[in-house]
């Protein structure tokens, strides 16, 4: 466990859902508190955490942006609206920071793919990170040509965080 010094933690955050409706988070402070219990001087990072602060930033005129989406039967980016092709570059950042970790942990519970996820899952790989996938999709393809070890749910993800003292 001490080789893992920072640690990206993914999951469902949006899925299919339109809009800026957000799934339950609550899982990034459980995972968190299981990495911290094995290594106190871990660095967890947070995407979704990030992406609402760049949310708030930006405000009311990202929200308007993002619904003309909604109604757009074809999106070029080209005619973007400035506020979108933002947060666009920021789900890239983030993405691209996945691969700099030493591990990225993947919360993907009830059979819920996440394209998002599967990009941050990717992004550590070739980066040369760990990818830990709490999930019971083991026959997903991305999951499986991604992940180093694939566990059903926290308790077994927290009984391989013992076995890599």
């Not at 859902?17 to 094995?38: E, K, V, W």
């Not at 950042?93 to 059979?111: I, N, Q, R, S």
Request: glycine share 10%; with cysteine.
């Amino acid at each position: 466990m001490s080789k893992f010094r920072t640690v990206f933690v993914a999951g469902t955050m949006q899925g299919a859902t339109p809009g800026f409706a957000i799934r339950d988070q609550s899982y990034r402070d459980d995972i968190g508190d299981i990495l911290r219990a094995y290594n106190p001087g871990i660095e967890c990072f947070d995407p979704h955490q990030a992406m609402q602060s760049f949310i708030a930033s930006i405000g009311m005129p990202l929200a308007v942006g993002y619904q003309k989406l909604a109604e757009t039967a074809v999106v070029d980016e080209a005619e973007l609206d400035s506020e979108v092709s933002l947060i666009r570059e920021k789900f890239r950042e983030l993405t691209a920071y996945a691969g700099k970790c030493d591990l990225l942990v993947a919360f993907l519970p009830g059979g819920v793919p996440s394209m998002g996820t599967a990009m941050e899952m990717y992004s550590a790989h070739c980066g040369g990170g760990v990818v830990a996938s709490i999930t019971d999709m083991r026959q997903n393809l991305a999951v499986l040509s991604t992940s180093e070890v694939i566990v059903p749910d926290l308790p077994a993800f927290e009984s391989w965080l013992a076995t890599k003292g």
